[in-house]
């Protein structure tokens, strides 16, 4: 999608055909303050409801997500470009973190020690913080929103979800749902906007944490305003992801793996690999096996016959990644070239591929967030680990091989947090921790899993002598 702003509204339109598909209202800086103490209210009752009976909601809104899973996959589909049975996956993404959080009694029990003195014993407690804020990216409007506000508010915090602007309509759907479910009202909000309304939300007195994913520019500056205000804060930002291809791992699985990774939702995927490490005699035959590979790949929008990748979010992001190929053509060889057969209208890029790239170089360097694919060439693994370990991200990153020494040296060495052992894309469940290291996050816990629980509580120490 794009969007365009006319006063206070934001316009959504679906990046396959420019057509609108709805508007949504931006909040300043009194709406904002409106909703953050609407939802401490309800916070300060909510806190009160047993976790069972919290946990109990969620179980009715897993159902009524179930139910609406094909509609709220429609609607990611037209705002976001992605391809259906992408959206339905990632819906199911956010289901299974609701499913999570369905665990809550379990996920907050506290550990006890009986006589760590005569007569004396000692348990924690974890409890809810109040307002939590989220703040959320284009490219997964329905999942990341999930690995938020469900654990939240399980765990008895109330929240207030900003979407992105240019993907706010499967928050507004979600929120209706979610309504449906027997919450307290203003447990959930949701607000639009950008830099304006995300800066009110963290500068709030009433705020306590702040979540953030996007790019590494802004959650960078997210982290500082959140600290500035001391808040807890965990900011996701951006990546570059190497994927290291062994001699012994082109395989036509590893090309059907990393067609995905890299051309998958046209490359806007935080986990998308963009950078292959072709290892040794590897580059040759795993080139052939590409080319023939996107020479098939059919782009178009969701819902026309056969599309298989479909246009990136906006204009902006459509001139940036040709801008990027455009440079590269000056140092790489081009083997590839996405720029070319792709539908008129709506902002389409086509899969690129690039070979010999020099390791400096921008294309090596910086997340393009689109379906350009740059192959390294290197000679050993070690050589491969430490060119993904010069790079400033530490998202993801995942190995190609049929040698389980090779892929536990790489585990052990790779310096990103999640790491796949022939998987293309290595997204951790609900049930696990998601988030890189270096400049991938800003902030100690990651998203969902048990971090996401620790994330959303604060903890007591209670002593007792009877
Ligand atoms: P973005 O950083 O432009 O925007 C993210 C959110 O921040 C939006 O809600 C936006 O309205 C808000 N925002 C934008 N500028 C702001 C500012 N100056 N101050 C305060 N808030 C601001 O990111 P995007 O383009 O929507 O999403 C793509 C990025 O997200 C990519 O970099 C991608 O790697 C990253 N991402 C990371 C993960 C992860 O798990 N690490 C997951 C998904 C996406």
Same mark, same amino acid.
């Given at each position: 999608?794009? @969007?365009?702003?006319?006063?206070?509204?934001?316009?959504?339109?679906?990046?396959?055909?420019? =057509?609108?598909?709805?508007?949504?209202?931006?909040?300043?800086?009194?709406?904002?303050?409106?909703?953050?103490?609407?939802?401490?209210?309800?916070?300060?009752?909510?806190?009160?409801?047993?976790?069972?009976?919290?946990?109990?909601?969620?179980?009715?809104?897993?159902?009524?997500?179930?139910?609406?899973?094909?509609?709220?996959?429609?609607?990611?589909?037209?705002?976001?470009?992605?391809?259906?049975?992408?959206?339905?996956?990632?819906?199911? +993404?956010?289901?299974?973190?609701?499913?999570f959080a369905c665990g809550m009694p379990s996920l907050l029990m506290g550990d006890s020690l009986e006589g760590i003195a005569r007569g004396i014993d000692s348990q924690t407690i974890r409890q809810p913080l109040g307002v939590c804020v989220g703040i959320t990216p284009f490219n997964f409007p329905a999942m990341i929103?999930?690995?938020?506000?469900?654990?939240?508010?399980?765990?008895?915090?109330?929240?207030?979800?900003?979407?992105?602007?240019? @993907?706010?309509?499967?928050?507004? +759907?979600?929120?209706?749902?979610?309504?449906?479910?027997?919450?307290?009202?203003?447990?959930?909000?949701?607000?639009? !906007?950008?830099?304006? @309304?995300?800066? =009110?939300?963290?500068?709030h007195p009433l705020t306590r944490a702040v979540s953030f994913v996007g790019s590494s520019a802004v959650a960078r500056h997210v982290q500082s305003v959140a600290v500035e205000h001391h808040k807890r804060v965990q900011a996701l930002g951006g990546a570059k992801n190497f994927l290291i291809v062994m001699p012994d791992?082109?395989?036509?699985?590893?090309?059907?793996?990393?067609?995905?990774?890299?051309?998958?939702?046209?490359?806007?995927?935080?986990?998308?690999?963009?950078?292959?490490?072709?290892?040794?005699?590897?580059?040759?035959?795993?080139?052939?096996?590409?080319?023939?590979?996107?020479?098939?790949?059919?782009?178009?929008?969701?819902?026309? *016959?056969?599309?298989?990748?479909?246009?990136?979010?906006?204009?902006?992001?459509?001139?940036?990644i040709v801008g990027y190929i455009d440079d590269g053509l000056r140092t790489s060889e081009l083997v590839v070239d996405g720029r070319k057969n792709v539908p008129e209208r709506g902002t389409f890029v086509g899969p690129t591929i690039f070979d010999n790239v020099d390791p400096s170089a921008p294309l090596a360097r910086?997340?393009?967030?689109?379906?350009?694919? =740059?192959?390294? %060439?290197?000679?050993?693994? *070690?050589?491969?680990?430490?060119?993904?370990? %010069?790079?400033?991200?530490?998202?993801?990153?995942?190995?190609?091989?049929?040698? !389980?020494?090779?892929?536990?040296?790489?585990?052990? =060495?790779?310096?990103?947090?999640?790491?796949?052992?022939?998987?293309?894309?290595?997204?951790? /469940?609900?049930?696990?921790?998601?988030?890189? /290291?270096?400049?991938?996050?800003?902030? *100690?816990?990651?998203?969902?899993?048990? *971090?996401?629980?620790?994330?959303? @509580?604060?903890?007591?120490?209670?002593?007792?002598?009877?």
């Amino acid at each position: 999608m794009s @969007t365009a702003v006319l006063s206070d509204e934001i316009v959504v339109t679906n990046p396959a055909t420019g =057509a609108e598909l709805g508007r949504v209202k931006r909040a300043g800086e009194t709406e904002v303050d409106r909703a953050v103490r609407a939802a401490h209210a309800t916070y300060l009752e909510w806190r009160e409801v047993p976790v069972v009976e919290r946990a109990r909601r969620f179980f009715k809104f897993q159902v009524v997500l179930e139910e609406h899973l094909d509609e709220l996959a429609k609607i990611v589909a037209n705002e976001n470009g992605k391809m259906l049975p992408d959206a339905r996956g990632e819906v199911r +993404r956010g289901i299974e973190c609701v499913e999570f959080a369905c665990g809550m009694p379990s996920l907050l029990m506290g550990d006890s020690l009986e006589g760590i003195a005569r007569g004396i014993d000692s348990q924690t407690i974890r409890q809810p913080l109040g307002v939590c804020v989220g703040i959320t990216p284009f490219n997964f409007p329905a999942m990341i929103p999930m690995w938020m506000f469900p654990i939240a508010i399980a765990a008895g915090n109330a929240f207030v979800l900003k979407p992105s602007p240019q @993907t706010p309509l499967a928050s507004v +759907r979600i929120f209706e749902l979610f309504s449906q479910c027997g919450f307290p009202p203003n447990v959930l909000q949701v607000v639009h !906007g950008d830099r304006p @309304t995300v800066e =009110a939300l963290i500068g709030h007195p009433l705020t306590r944490a702040v979540s953030f994913v996007g790019s590494s520019a802004v959650a960078r500056h997210v982290q500082s305003v959140a600290v500035e205000h001391h808040k807890r804060v965990q900011a996701l930002g951006g990546a570059k992801n190497f994927l290291i291809v062994m001699p012994d791992g082109v395989t036509d699985a590893a090309v059907e793996n990393i067609m995905g990774s890299a051309f998958g939702a046209a490359g806007e995927r935080c986990l998308a690999g963009s950078v292959v490490v072709a290892v040794g005699d590897a580059a040759e035959p795993l080139l052939a096996k590409l080319r023939a590979a996107t020479s098939k790949l059919k782009i178009g929008a969701w819902d026309t *016959d056969g599309a298989q990748m479909g246009p990136v979010i906006s204009e902006q992001a459509r001139e940036r990644i040709v801008g990027y190929i455009d440079d590269g053509l000056r140092t790489s060889e081009l083997v590839v070239d996405g720029r070319k057969n792709v539908p008129e209208r709506g902002t389409f890029v086509g899969p690129t591929i690039f070979d010999n790239v020099d390791p400096s170089a921008p294309l090596a360097r910086d997340e393009i967030f689109g379906p350009v694919l =740059a192959v390294v %060439r290197v000679p050993t693994l *070690d050589a491969a680990i430490e060119l993904a370990n %010069r790079s400033t991200y530490g998202n993801a990153s995942s190995i190609f091989t049929q040698s !389980g020494g090779a892929a536990q040296r790489f585990a052990h =060495a790779i310096e990103v947090g999640m790491i796949g052992v022939n998987v293309g894309v290595a997204a951790p /469940m609900a049930f696990f921790p998601f988030g890189g /290291m270096k400049d991938s996050i800003f902030g *100690d816990l990651r998203a969902h899993g048990k *971090d996401g629980v620790a994330f959303y @509580t604060q903890q007591k120490v209670v002593i007792s002598r009877w």
